[in-house]
């Protein structure tokens, strides 16, 4: 039996300054958990946004690989302001796959990766 489900993302040493910049630019976004191992990096991290709980840690090792933008995170927004908002603030410093726009199944789209490399798609339905 299945207890729990949550996305997890692996970072490579910036799992604080990514934890922190979601909690400050995601409307209602917290940090629900901070664990630190004792060279500083973080060995657990929740974040609650829109109602799901997100895990994450910076990975002891070094991997070759990175975040991919086929997997994203899904924020569904109340308005075309939102849309363009928070696209302009997680793509600062990352890239826009899809820049704010009507495309004919949502109001409102944009898709980004932020700096971090994870990707976003945020949603005016």
Known sequence: MITAAA???????????????????????RIALLEKKPDGTVAMARLAVGGLEVMANDSPPVHAFDFTPSASIFLTVDGADDVDRLAGA?????KTLMPPDGYGF????????????VSWQINLP
């Open 106 to 117: 949502s109001q409102r789209f944009a898709w980004v990766q932020d700096r971090f490399g």
């Open 7 to 29: 996305p997890f993302l692996m970072f490579q040493g910036r799992c604080e300054e990514a934890m922190t910049f979601y909690a400050t630019t995601l409307p209602g976004c």
């Open 90 to 94: 997680l793509g600062e410093g990352g």
